[in-house]
T-cell receptor, first 113, second 113 residues
Framework: NAGVTQTPKFRVLKTGQSMTLLCAQD?????MYWYRQDPGMGLRLIHY???????AKGEVPDGYNVSRLKKQNFLLGLESAAPSQTSVYFC????????????FGPGTRLLVL | KQEVTQIPAALSVPEGENLVLNCSFT??????LQWFRQDPGKGLTSLLL?????REQTSGRLNASLDKSSGRSTLYIAASQPGDSATYLC????????????FGTGTLLAVQP
């Protein structure tokens, strides 16, 4: 039972390159989220999904796209990376209730040069 | 727009001391408030979740209180240990059906042996 896993753990990109971050969960949770964490700014929600085939924008969606083709996977894409997207990215999952917490992956550290 | 503030940003205490971390939020219309712990280079781990109808939650040496009307929460750590050194994040779950969390910027705690 791995919980929430993220691939890759670390990546260096050049400005303009593209990449996809993968979040996988084995907890059968409906909700999945992508956050970014920057120094002094806490975690900010990028996109989220309330079920397979659905996605929605969060607080800072610009420059990112997401897909949830399978319930257990949530992909975050950067089509043309910019230095401002240098950050640590966290995926989280939760069930359909306000009485439970979110479960976080270990994070992906991304550096855009 | 909901805003979450944590004070202090950093705290250093000697081992064995009792301490209080503070969290404030601007919109009292919340479902719950959660405290997380984050170790360096790691993901977030849930510590305590307080429903909006509750006043406090306890887990071992941790006690979290919630005063929704004043928009405040405190995390009390008793008899601190060096292993408690980490960043502590407060987050509120607001209205709507998406279970979205709004995070504070965290308090970096160092417990000196």
């Amino acid at each position: 039972n791995a919980g929430v896993t993220q691939t890759p753990k670390f990546r260096v990109l050049k400005t303009g390159q593209s990449m996809t971050l993968l979040c996988a969960q084995d907890m059968n949770h409906e909700y999945m989220y992508w956050y970014r964490q920057d120094p002094g700014m806490g975690l900010r929600l990028i996109h989220y999904s309330v079920g397979e085939g659905t996605t929605a924008k969060g607080e800072v969606p610009d420059g990112y796209n997401v897909s949830r083709l399978k319930k257990q996977n949530f992909l975050l894409g950067l089509e043309s990376a910019a230095p401002s997207q240098t950050s640590v990215y966290f995926c989280a999952t939760s069930i359909l209730t306000t009485q439970e917490t979110q479960y976080f992956g270990p994070g992906t550290r991304l550096l855009v040069l | 727009k909901q805003e979450v503030t944590q004070i202090p940003a950093a705290l250093s205490v000697p081992e064995g001391e009792n301490l209080v971390l503070n969290c404030s939020f601007t919109d009292s219309a919340i479902y719950n408030l959660q405290w997380f712990r984050q170790d360096p280079g790691k993901g977030l781990t849930s510590l305590l979740l307080i429903q909006s109808s509750q006043r406090e939650q306890t887990s071992g040496r941790l006690n979290a209180s919630l005063d929704k009307s004043s928009g405040r929460s405190t995390l009390y750590i008793a008899a601190s240990q060096p292993g408690d050194s980490a960043t502590y994040l407060c987050a509120v779950m607001g209205g709507g059906a998406t279970n979205k969390l709004i995070f504070g910027t965290g308090t970096l705690l160092a417990v000196q042996p």
